[in-house]
């Protein structure tokens, strides 16, 4: 069953983004912009993840763009970045924005920015398209550009908010980097 989940877990998070929206007139008109914001950036990384991930495209992309068709990005660990962490990281962001304070929601705002940001920017670099550039550019841009504007609007935010929210982005997508890269090395030093 972990097999199927670790392999398929992109389509359930695809549907439940549904659900998550769906169920957001039960409780959203309680809350201000800055909180509706941070609340989507879950439902929308969840669209940007069947973009990206369906039919292991970004993995497949990984491994033949920066591996030379070598395996340094298993669906283990597809799933560990995924599930765990956009969803559990923007789980733990909703929560603190709601009920600690709205500076936490930067956590995933700025993980949603950061990675439309990256997107565009591997676009570019190597000239083609990657999966998931569509929804970055047409979604994380817009909404993550619009969660941080929110939540700066509230008034409520210093600068160490925006220190945890883009370190945490920051830190997550040096990690994957760097497991990454850590495989790559490896593969190289197993071929000599």
């Not at 936490?104 to 920015?113: A, E």
């Amino acid at each position: 069953m972990i097999n199927r989940l670790v392999s398929y877990w992109v389509y359930g998070g695809f549907l439940a983004a549904f659900l998550l929206l769906g169920l957001m007139p039960t409780f959203a008109h309680l809350w201000d912009g800055a909180l509706i914001l941070v609340y989507l950036q879950l439902p929308i990384y969840m669209f940007h993840q069947l973009e990206e991930h369906d039919d292991n495209h970004f993995r497949d992309f990984i491994n033949q763009h920066l591996a030379g068709g070598r395996d340094v990005l298993s669906k283990t660990a597809i799933f560990v970045i995924n599930v765990p962490g956009v969803w559990g990281v923007n789980l733990l962001s909703i929560l603190l924005a709601y009920g600690v304070h709205i500076g936490f929601g930067l956590i995933g705002v700025y993980l949603t920015f950061l990675n439309g940001v990256i997107h565009i920017a591997q676009a570019i670099r190597l000239r083609c398209y990657n999966p998931g550039l569509v929804t970055a550019i047409f979604l994380f841009l817009p909404v993550g550009g619009l969660g941080l504007w929110a939540i700066e609007r509230t008034g409520e935010v210093g600068a160490g908010y925006h220190y945890l929210g883009l370190g945490s982005a920051v830190a997550i997508h040096v990690a994957i980097i760097v497991y990454v890269v850590r495989n790559i090395l490896r593969l190289r030093a197993l071929k000599s």
